[in-house]
C-alpha cells in the first residue's frame, strides 16, 4: 500500500509527483503543489479513516479580513468534505485556482 505520508516527513504527493519538503512551521497534509492530499483522517490527524480517497481542493475558506484561511477538501471516492490550514509555502497560483473555481461555482 501506498502511504501518503500525513506526519511531518518528506513526501512525494501520489496526484501530482511533486516532492514535498518537510513543512516549517505546521504539519503538512497536503502537496504544496497541487493542493490534493488524501482521506486519511477522520478528525484531523487521527488517521482514522479507512477511505484513503484523493481528497480534492474545492474551495477556500476566508478569515474575517478576506485573508485564505482553510482549503476545503472533497474526496473523491466517499465525497466527503474536510478542511485544512494553508501552509505558508502552499503554491499560490493553485490557491488562486481553486478559489477562482469556487467563485463560479
Ligand atoms: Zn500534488
Ligand atoms: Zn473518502
Redesign the pocket.
Known amino acids: 500500500m501506498k502511504r501518503f505520508t500525513h506526519n511531518n516527513d518528506e513526501f512525494v504527493c501520489e496526484v501530482c509527483g511533486a516532492k514535498n519538503p518537510p513543512a516549517v512551521k505546521t504539519c503538512r497534509n497536503h502537496c504544496y503543489k497541487c493542493l490534493c492530499s488524501k482521506?486519511v483522517d477522520i478528525n484531523p490527524g487521527d488517521r482514522a479513516?479507512t477511505?484513503h480517497?484523493v481528497l480534492n481542493p474545492i474551495g477556500i475558506d476566508l478569515k474575517g479580513d478576506g485573508t485564505m484561511d482553510r482549503i476545503v477538501f472533497k474526496?473523491k471516492?466517499?465525497n466527503?468534505v474536510s478542511r485544512n490550514k494553508i501552509a505558508e509555502d502552499d503554491d499560490r497560483d493553485a490557491l488562486f485556482e481553486v478559489f477562482g473555481k469556487q467563485l463560479i461555482a
Open positions: 482521506h479513516a477511505c480517497g474526496c471516492t466517499c466527503q
